[in-house]
């Protein structure tokens, strides 16, 4: 079965840290993925996906399919970007597979 | 424009009793979804309409758990003898779908359902 995981519930960095939130996936195709993230009292929204190769508010995930992974990383955390982050897989059928979802905390 | 939008935003109900949900989607969607987050289970997906086509309801964990599309637009949730278990935030997402190759998708608000 196609999973994603997500290893860490929580994640809290102070501001202007490097923010990593690691993303491990299994696919037996060739994958798509996507980070949504869910800031309080909002709905859940998609922050980037891989194909479009993106920069979102600083926010960048490159595919490596030699580690299954798709990390999401930021060099400078902003208190702003306190939320629930969400990786997902989309998979055959256009189903979407999500992670259990990491919870980051930035500390002023 | 406006994004999907999901009614009632709160229900509480008594175990035993049905309860219906609501999304529409954004207008030109084809393609519709229905996920529901829940502190035990996370974020899993339970049926998908596109266009015309039969909906995969592979999701749907139990025969209690239903969904239709009305005119490819409005979509209802219906669960029967709701169960304490059912407890959770049921989303609706939409997408263009169809041809034109945008999978995005784009998610309502959700409905939080409390099963008394």
């Known amino acids: 079965a196609q999973r994603v995981t997500q290893p860490e519930k929580l994640l809290s960095v102070f501001k202007g840290a490097p923010v990593e939130l690691k993303c491990n996936y299994s696919?037996?195709?060739?994958?798509?993925l996507f980070w949504y993230v869910q800031y309080s009292r909002q709905r859940l929204q998609l922050l980037l996906r891989?194909?479009s190769r993106e920069s979102i508010k600083g926010f960048t995930a490159d595919l490596n399919k030699g580690e299954t992974s798709f990390h999401l990383k930021k060099p400078f955390a902003q208190e702003e970007d306190s939320a629930m982050y969400y990786c997902a897989l989309l998979e055959y059928g256009n189903k979407l597979v999500f992670g259990a979802g990491t919870i980051l905390r930035v500390k002023s | 424009g406006a994004g999907v939008s999901q009614s009632p935003s709160n229900k509480v109900t008594e175990k035993g009793k049905d309860v219906e949900l609501r999304c529409d989607p954004i207008?030109?969607?084809?393609?519709l979804y229905w996920y529901r987050q829940s502190l035990g289970q996370g974020l899993e997906f339970l049926i998908y309409f596109q266009g015309n086509s039969a909906p995969d309801k592979s999701g749907l964990p139990s025969d209690r758990f239903s969904a239709e599309r009305t005119g490819g637009s409005v979509s209802t949730l219906t669960i029967q003898r709701t169960q304490q278990e059912d407890s959770a935030v049921y989303l609706c997402?939409?997408?263009?779908?169809?041809?034109?190759?945008?999978?995005?998708?784009?998610f309502g608000p959700g409905t939080r359902l409390l099963v008394l």
């Open positions: 997402a939409s997408s263009p779908g169809g041809a034109s190759g945008e999978e995005t998708q784009y």
């Open positions: 207008s030109g969607h084809t393609a």
């Open positions: 891989h194909i």
């Open positions: 696919y037996s195709g060739s994958p798509e």
